[in-house]
């Protein structure tokens, strides 16, 4: 369809330009990239259309007229021949639409889908990757290593790896990192419940049979407890804090150990849900370097010692004067020196900027934060950075599970590693009640992948800014908008291709000018529009743009296979042509899959 666009949209502005001297109009020519293409609601009046209403005050006549001129102009330029490679051009009210050719447009889209195979999808009408030559740093996840992962990292992981895939496939150069908040107050809190109750027992996840990060997030929920009864704890955290940041050897020793242990069990969940990073920055790496800028804006004046001795900025362009006495200033190195968590951002954004000139750097972090992103960006634009205008905080809702639902085993969060467990525990159960065991080769494997459709595609199809509930049993569910129905649609269409070359019949792209049947056209010109709908997904950093395409795709195949049967059909070259429409889907469903994280399956 990609180059009909442009042929129909250059026709259209030469007759356009041709009307404008007909009528002496005198005003500038129409540039045929500058020409609108609109998808008309009804398909009988054609495939696509091009308003009138732009050109209306320039050629000084009503939009119905103009197209019914234009319709006009096109058929004296050109023979019923030549137009007849593109379509019919029609006046349709204010529009002129076309009728596209269906046998030619369709071979067409096949063709270059059965050329291209897992590429494509990147090159836009013009052969072009639309992103070409943009680099974008992507952070994502930025877990604090006092915990393990929940149910937010894995919308925002989701969220992270997802963007990151469709920029790529829209052919931008993508740099993913990931913040390791390994430094503050938080991990000084597991780190003294860890002195308190298990270091004399030389406990370790281990030896409890634990993954790490699960053990030092216990720990953190031993210090909630225990601070409540014992209020001078938080003190005790906040010197610990202090000794951190002096270097003393035997709370290092423990920070260490404790954040190996937190970070090799997240990275075990990375592993499982697919997510990977070219690169991870430590806050215990980068704070001194924002702890020195800060430094030296004091010295410019940029912030300034409060009386307490804590050095602050003050932010009231940006947020207004508050309620609060000083809810316009921001501190940014506590009373003690220690850093605060703005610190350590502000020496990552430079650090990152020095490691990989970006044109575009994202931060995927909750709305929670949309206040802490714009404290952010406005310090480094004061501190004189150029490039601060390039900052973007992609920010997310929360997501939560329905109420009265699955609790973490620290009491307070939902736990990623458990919920994903028991999505693939109802998962497995399932395939078992339905028999299906005896037929996969490995069942756990199968519903391990269909529990990370149902979760990401679950989480992926909201768009982000939007909060949202997670409900398990319907991520889960076979038939609707889910995953698992993706899976199910892709993995039926594999079983139709095999059972067709079991029946002798083989795929032919020459064939192809035969699917002109309305269920056949649909779906070809919904998979003629992959390519478009990656540019509009990246365009927007929404993965949502791109699995409501994949819903319509599945839910376009189905009307086609029951309507359009393979083996059945009436010629041997109706069902090749049929089945190499079917090779097509499968090929574009898989490459849109991948781009929301939602794994293939063969069979299931
Ligand atoms: N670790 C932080 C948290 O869990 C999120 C970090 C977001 N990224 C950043 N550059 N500040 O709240």
């Known amino acids: 369809m990609s180059d009909v666009k442009s042929e129909y949209r250059r026709i259209v502005a030469e007759a356009l330009n041709k009307f404008i001297n007909e009528k002496n109009a005198g005003c500038a020519p129409v540039n045929a990239d500058t020409v609108a293409v609109q998808t008309p609601p009804n398909p009988e009046m054609g495939d696509l259309g091009i308003p009138m209403f732009v050109y209306a005050k320039t050629l000084r006549a009503a939009p119905v007229q103009i197209a019914s001129e234009i319709v006009r102009i096109i058929n004296e330029t050109y023979s019923k021949e030549e137009l007849s490679r593109t379509g019919e051009f029609l006046a349709v009210g204010p529009y002129v639409n076309l009728k596209l050719n269906k046998a030619d447009a369709g071979s067409a889209i096949l063709e270059r889908i059965a050329q291209?195979?897992?590429?494509?999808?990147?090159?836009?009408?013009?052969?072009?990757?639309?992103?070409?030559?943009?680099?974008?740093?992507?952070?994502?996840?930025?877990?604090?290593?006092?915990k393990p992962l929940h149910l937010g990292h894995l919308r925002n992981d989701a969220l992270g790896e997802s963007v990151s895939r469709i920029l790529k496939k829209a052919g931008a150069d993508i740099y993913k990192v990931d913040l390791i908040n390994n430094r503050g107050v938080h991990i000084c809190k597991s780190m003294l419940a860890y002195k308190l109750f298990h270091e004399v027992n030389g406990d370790t996840p281990e030896k409890l049979g634990m993954k790490g990060d699960h053990f030092v997030g216990q720990c953190y929920v031993e210090f909630d407890k225990y601070s409540k009864e014992h209020p001078e704890a938080g003190k005790q955290a906040e010197e610990m804090l202090v000794k951190w940041e002096e270097g003393d050897s035997e709370i290092r020793a423990l920070w260490q150990k404790m954040n190996d242990w937190t970070l090799n069990g997240v990275k075990e969940t990375y592993a499982r849900t697919g997510v990977t990073f070219d690169k991870f920055y430590l806050e215990s790496e980068t704070y001194l370097k924002g702890k020195d800028e800060i430094l030296k804006g004091l010295e410019k004046g940029v912030f300034f010692k409060a009386n307490d001795g804590s050095v602050r900025i003050d932010v009231t362009d940006v947020v207004g004067k508050g309620k609060d006495e000083d809810a316009h200033e921001k501190v940014l190195l506590r009373k003690d020196g220690t850093s605060v968590y703005i610190t350590q951002d502000i020496g990552t954004a430079i650090s990152r900027h020095d490691d990989w000139q970006f044109n575009q750097m994202v931060y995927v972090v909750a709305?929670?934060?949309?206040?802490?992103?714009?404290?952010?960006?406005?310090?480094?634009?004061?501190?004189?950075?150029d490039w601060t205008d390039k900052l973007f905080h992609l920010s997310y809702g929360l997501v939560n599970l329905?109420?009265?639902?699955?609790?973490?085993?620290?009491?307070?969060?939902?736990?990623?590693?458990?919920?994903?467990?028991?999505?693939?525990?109802?998962?497995?159960?399932?395939?078992?009640?339905?028999?299906?065991?005896?037929?996969?080769?490995d069942a756990d494997d199968v519903a391990e992948k269909v529990a990370l459709a149902a979760l990401h595609y679950y989480l992926l199809q909201v768009n982000p800014v939007k909060d949202m509930l997670f409900n398990p049993e319907e991520s889960l569910s076979f038939n609707g908008n889910t995953g698992p129905y993706l899976q199910y649609v892709g993995a039926r269409i594999n079983s139709i291709l095999a059972k067709a070359k079991e029946s002798g019949i083989t795929s032919d792209g020459s064939n192809a000018p035969l699917l002109t049947q309305a269920e056949e056209w649909e779906l070809i010109k919904a998979l003629g529009e992959f390519p478009a709908t990656v540019a509009k997904a990246a365009e927007n950093l929404d993965p949502s743009i791109m699995t409501a395409y994949l819903y319509d795709v599945s839910k376009l195949f189905s009307k086609f296979y029951q309507q359009c049967p393979i083996v059945s059909a009436e010629t041997k070259e109706l069902a090749s042509a049929r089945l190499y429409l079917a090779e097509c889907t499968l090929t574009v469903m898989k490459n849109a899959m991948n781009l929301v994280l939602v794994p293939f399956l063969e069979k299931m």
């Open 367 to 385: 709305s929670e934060q949309n206040y802490h992103f714009k404290i952010l960006f406005h310090i480094l634009k004061k501190l004189g950075f």
């Open 402 to 441: 329905p109420s009265g639902r699955m609790k973490s085993r620290e009491g307070t969060v939902v736990d990623a590693d458990d919920l994903i467990d028991s999505l693939h525990e109802a998962a497995l159960a399932e395939i078992k009640e339905k028999g299906r065991d005896a037929e996969l080769s």
């Open 116 to 146: 291209q195979k897992d590429s494509y999808g990147s090159l836009d009408e013009d052969g072009k990757k639309p992103l070409e030559g943009r680099r974008v740093m992507i952070e994502f996840s930025s877990p604090n290593t006092n």
